[in-house]
């Protein structure tokens, strides 16, 4: 009961933080909507808050732009798309997009060597 009025309230100040135009507001929203956390699953609503912070310029709400399109969350699939925000957000310095590129091949073909590499490029952000 009180991790679910938490959530609740958690969920509202995201909406309001989302409304002053915030990134992470925008992106933790986006998270509720995507997997239905105090809310109905919205898809298309997660895909318009991701994009809402990719505009802003975040590296993150970049990242989860280019996971929408991988994966088809609120939009069609669309590989070369996901590759070039990936991409992106890895140029911004976000770790899940610089370990992704070459991991799992999106875009492009899986080069385990180059994907060692960025893990080890992604590391130096844990610092």
Same mark, same amino acid.
């Given at each position: 009961?009180?991790?679910?009025?938490?959530?609740?309230?958690?969920?509202?100040?995201?909406?309001? *933080?989302?409304?002053?135009?915030?990134?992470?507001?925008?992106?933790?929203?986006?998270?509720?909507?995507?997997?239905?956390?105090?809310?109905?699953?919205?898809?298309?609503? *997660?895909?318009?808050?991701? @994009?809402? *912070?990719?505009?802003?310029?975040? *590296?993150?709400?970049?990242?989860?732009?280019?996971?929408?399109?991988?994966?088809?969350?609120?939009?069609?699939?669309?590989? @070369?798309?996901?590759?070039?925000?990936?991409?992106?957000?890895?140029?911004?310095?976000?770790?899940?997009?610089?370990?992704?590129?070459?991991?799992?091949?999106?875009?492009?073909?899986?080069?385990?060597?180059?994907?060692?590499?960025?893990?080890?490029?992604?590391?130096?952000?844990?610092?």
């Amino acid at each position: 009961m009180v991790l679910e009025l938490k959530l609740i309230k958690a969920f509202e100040l995201y909406k309001k *933080a989302a409304n002053l135009e915030c990134a992470i507001g925008m992106i933790n929203l986006g998270k509720c909507y995507e997997f239905g956390i105090v809310t109905s699953i919205d898809k298309q609503k *997660a895909f318009e808050l991701y @994009q809402k *912070a990719a505009n802003l310029g975040d *590296a993150y709400g970049t990242c989860c732009l280019g996971i929408c399109y991988e994966s088809g969350i609120g939009t069609s699939i669309n590989k @070369q798309k996901a590759f070039e925000l990936i991409q992106k957000a890895a140029n911004l310095g976000n770790a899940i997009g610089v370990n992704s590129l070459d991991e799992n091949g999106i875009g492009t073909e899986i080069d385990e060597q180059k994907a060692f590499e960025l893990f080890q490029e992604a590391d130096k952000f844990r610092r």
